[in-house]
């Protein structure tokens, strides 16, 4: 039997020597598209941070990235005394129309979802196979219907008129279905059952709590959806006093060619609007991530 010879052994060792080059690459290829996305995905927050701090003549000019000439308190006091202080009213609005919205809006989707998970009742699938379909039927669609039926019953132009729309969500009741389905084990309901709990204890003390972290995923989904929301109080509203921040700027932002001075409220104004968000994503986190992540160690 012949051994090979060394030409032959570093012959055989380098086709194992060229795999490992396709791995790198592609790990260095991954690296920098990840790069080019988050510089992609936070060029516009720092373009409006440093534009928030311009005046009209460098915002006009296309000055917004320069490091110099910055107005930011000179912005912020203009845009509180805008108007009489409207923009700040505009912003109790938004955060009356998605923080409580959105909070009931999580609750009744919690207790869908739980009721279909949990119970049976004739006809369940054919009724849950009806909220899918909602999901189907972009939001922009259901405007003018909504409008309708709000003509009829006389809260065109009203805080109603926004703020009822938002408590209904059918994505919401399927992820609170999906979360009660991995999180609300039947053990542990039939358990209270037999100490003698009844079914509005059991799901408040027990599946509301287990369900904590869908609960938090819905809030901020749609939380988020009804802070952007733009077209249906634009169909809605009239009373520029009701108008939520997202719309109010746009008003202001179709007088800036006529009046160039409002270039900066909106900007500033865009600024302030994103604050809300940042802070419900940070504040909560850390039951989002448990609540997404739990079911990738069952």
């Given at each position: 039997m012949t051994t090979p010879s060394l030409s032959g052994r570093r012959?055989?060792?380098?086709?194992?020597?060229?795999?490992?080059?396709?791995?790198?690459?592609?790990?260095?290829?991954?690296?920098?598209?990840?790069?080019?996305?988050?510089?992609y995905t936070l060029l516009p927050l720092g373009w409006l941070l440093t534009a928030a701090a311009k005046n009209t003549p460098d915002l006009v000019g296309g000055n917004t990235l320069t490091p110099a000439n910055f107005h930011l308190g000179r912005n912020l006091h203009d845009l509180a005394t805008a108007d009489g202080g409207i923009y700040f009213r505009w912003y109790l609005n938004s955060l009356?129309?998605?923080?409580?919205?959105?909070?009931?809006?999580?609750?009744?989707?919690?207790?869908?979802?739980?009721?279909?998970?949990?119970?049976?009742?004739?006809g369940k699938e054919k009724l849950f196979g009806l909220v899918l379909l909602g999901v189907l039927v972009p939001t922009t669609a259901l405007a003018l219907p909504m409008y309708l039926l709000a003509s009829k019953i006389g809260v065109v132009n009203t805080f109603w008129a926004v703020f009822v729309p938002s408590l209904v969500n059918p994505f919401g009741v399927y992820l609170a279905r999906v979360f009660c389905a991995g999180y609300v084990p039947g053990e542990v309901l039939e358990a209270a059952r037999m100490d003698g709990a009844g079914e509005l204890r059991t799901f408040w003390s027990i599946g509301l709590k287990m369900v904590m972290p869908g609960f938090v995923t819905v809030f901020l989904f749609q939380f988020t959806a009804i802070w952007n929301n733009f077209f249906l109080p634009l169909v809605m509203l009239s009373d520029s006093r009701l108008f939520p921040v997202s719309l109010g700027l746009y008003s202001w932002n179709t007088q800036t060619r006529a009046f160039p001075d409002s270039y900066p409220l909106v900007v500033t104004g865009s600024l302030l609007a994103v604050v809300p968000l940042v802070v419900a994503f940070v504040a909560l986190q850390r039951h989002w991530k448990a609540g997404l992540t739990a079911g990738s160690v069952k």
């Open positions: 012959a055989a060792a380098l086709p194992g020597r060229t795999a490992r080059r396709p791995w790198t690459l592609s790990k260095a290829a991954v690296n920098g598209a990840l790069v080019l996305a988050t510089a009356l129309y998605a923080g409580l919205g959105a909070l009931l809006c999580a609750f009744v989707c919690v207790c869908a979802g739980y009721a279909f998970e949990v119970y049976a009742f004739r």
